[in-house]
């Protein structure tokens, strides 16, 4: 690779940490920045500057996490470590498409030392109004406390239908951060975010596999006995 292409995947990659800093200071914290590229790897692609970014957001600690991505295609994220020798051996794992890129984390805005990290009541959009329920309130009519996440062992909603019957799911609470029920909010919420950090093809894919599922749900229901 030229010297020139050099300075300008460098220029390129500071300009994205830039941007990233000016929406972190929008949002009242400190953006994650990648603060140097692993060895032998190029600097990162705007693209996986982005990806980066979003997920060093999960973590909120105000520590260097060690971010385990894939560098090309729609740059996987494969998880995140404090700890540098376990990025790397999942880095070999992978194979030689993954780095570990050790990104400074934006303290947690909610508590001093980082260490809480809570979980909202089940905050909802209301499609009447558009506008979000938060926070909730019990079957008495009281107010939903917010709870700590470490307390929270798991995570279940029910949806009952006509007749009785009963689908629970499990959701891991350190995992879920958020949950979409209706292809509208799909659409408002999850396009868009996918467009700006993995790219409208990536979207469009998405949405595509879960168009596909809906029309094969529906297909199958159809078959089946009453």
């Known amino acids: 690779m030229t010297r020139d292409r050099w300075l300008m995947l460098a220029g390129t990659a500071t300009a ?11 949002r009242g914290g400190v953006a994650p920045t990648v603060s140097q590229w692993p060895d032998s790897a190029p600097p990162p692609s705007a693209g996986l500057l982005r990806r980066l970014a979003e997920s060093a957001d999960a973590f909120r600690s105000g520590r260097v996490v ?9 740059y996987n994220v494969a998880g995140g470590f404090y700890s540098r020798d376990s990025a ?10 993954w780095h570990a890129y050790p990104t400074q984390t934006s303290p947690d805005p909610y508590g001093a030392d980082g260490s809480v990290q809570v979980i909202l009541p089940g905050c909802y959009k209301d499609t009447r109004t558009t506008r979000w329920i938060c926070p909730t309130r019990d079957s008495s009519g009281a107010l939903l406390p917010v709870m700590r996440l470490r307390d929270v062992l798991r995570i279940e909603v029910t949806f009952v239908q006509g007749g009785g019957k009963r689908t629970t799911v499990r959701m891991e609470p350190q995992n879920a951060g958020a949950t ?11 396009v868009p975010y996918y467009t700006r950090v993995l790219g409208p093809a990536y979207a469009a894919r998405q949405r595509e596999e879960l168009m596909s599922f ?3 749900s529906f297909s199958d229901s159809a078959r089946a006995p009453h």
């Open 16 to 26: 994205l940490v830039l941007g990233v800093a000016a929406i972190g200071w929008a």
């Open 66 to 74: 060690y971010l385990v991505a894939q560098d090309s295609g729609y």
């Open 88 to 97: 790397l051996a999942l880095v070999r794992a992978n194979g030689p498409t």
């Open 180 to 190: 979409i029920y209706t292809l509208q909010d799909f659409d408002r919420f999850i």
């Open 214 to 216: 809906v029309r094969r």
